[in-house]
């Protein structure tokens, strides 16, 4: 079986592929166009996040059996066409749910402790303690939405702290020791902090808007590590404004490219990217939750894994 890899990941992947007697050919450079004529002469492919897959290029592929993303995601393929024509999906959610969990925790203690914002100012030479007094996490309830393996790692990591933890699902049954899971309803009425580990779908594309952050009964904490299409920047500005939104942590934007390698494709900075850049009580991150050395190992690894369980 003739593997095409399409990005650069760790050593390990194309190695241990090797060994169990796969043919491994890279292409990192390539346009789409280019890839698409000889992506016939391949039975898998391995990407991240290079370009979508989409019908005509799966119609090109004409004797693909196999498409593995390093990463959680399968947004960038056209999973029920691919599906269609017999094709298996590979993802590696497990690989960095960790990486992601400690992120978004990170990102948590650091708003509620305003240690950026103290941070910059000691630099600057002022020193208010006054204005950067802190809020304990201890006595908050935390609420989820989307408990798979990041929101299910959030919760685990958060078992240190006396928290109330509950979580909304699309899927029925999940509840388990870490967490109960509830009504969306019950999580806009209880949440001091709300975590998004959701994929983006029609469901999610732009669910944090002006009418959802509105529903909520108290001002909350926003952690988004999931996509950056969930949240309405512009909405999130207003809502951070007025204090119905205490302080957010966004390790991902509205304007990513879908290649996530990017923040944006034109020269013209959003207007709303440009006021939520403003607010000093916003952290941001450029998709890195989980991006961590270690996690970059454990992604391929499953993919590995994966692949040898289907195929060999």
């Not at 592929?61 to 298996?88: M, P, T």
Request: glycine letters at 6%; one cysteine or more; a neutral charge.
């Amino acid at each position: 079986m003739k593997i095409l890899h399409l990005d650069t990941n760790h050593p390990l992947l194309i190695n241990q592929l090797n060994d169990l007697g796969f043919t491994n050919h890279e292409d990192y450079l390539s346009s789409k166009s280019e890839i698409k004529t000889k992506i016939k002469d391949y039975q898998g492919i391995v990407i991240r996040s290079r370009f979508k897959i989409d019908k005509p290029f799966i119609d090109a592929a004409s004797n693909l059996k196999f498409i593995a993303r390093v990463g959680a995601g399968l947004e960038n393929i056209d999973c029920d066409y691919a599906s269609k024509k017999g094709i298996h999906l590979i993802a590696a959610p497990e690989g960095n749910r960790n990486a992601v969990s400690e992120h978004a925790l990170g990102m948590l203690l650091a708003m509620m402790n305003r240690l950026i914002t103290a941070d910059n100012e000691v630099r600057q030479g002022e020193w208010n303690r006054e204005q950067n007094r802190g809020d304990e996490l201890d006595g908050k309830t935390i609420g989820i939405i989307g408990y798979g393996n990041t929101g299910k790692a959030f919760a685990k990591k958060l078992q240190g702290f006396d928290v109330t933890i509950i979580f909304h699902d699309i899927k029925d049954g999940l509840e388990d020791g870490n967490a109960k899971q509830v009504s969306l309803d019950l999580i806009k009425e209880k949440a001091d902090v709300l975590s998004l580990h959701v994929p983006i779908t029609e469901l999610t594309n732009n669910m944090v808007n002006k009418e959802f952050i509105d529903s909520f009964s108290k001002p909350f904490y926003l952690i988004n590590t999931a996509r950056g299409k969930c949240v309405v920047t512009k909405d999130l500005v207003n809502a951070l404004r007025t204090g119905k939104i205490i302080a957010a942590g966004l390790d991902v934007l509205e304007y990513e490219q879908t290649s996530f390698e990017n923040l944006y494709s034109t020269d013209q900075i959003p207007k709303s990217f440009q006021e939520l850049l403003k607010q000093k009580n916003v952290i941001l991150s450029p998709h890195i939750a989980g991006w961590t050395n270690q996690s970059k190992k454990k992604l391929s690894q499953t993919i590995v894994d994966k692949i040898a369980a289907k195929f060999r």
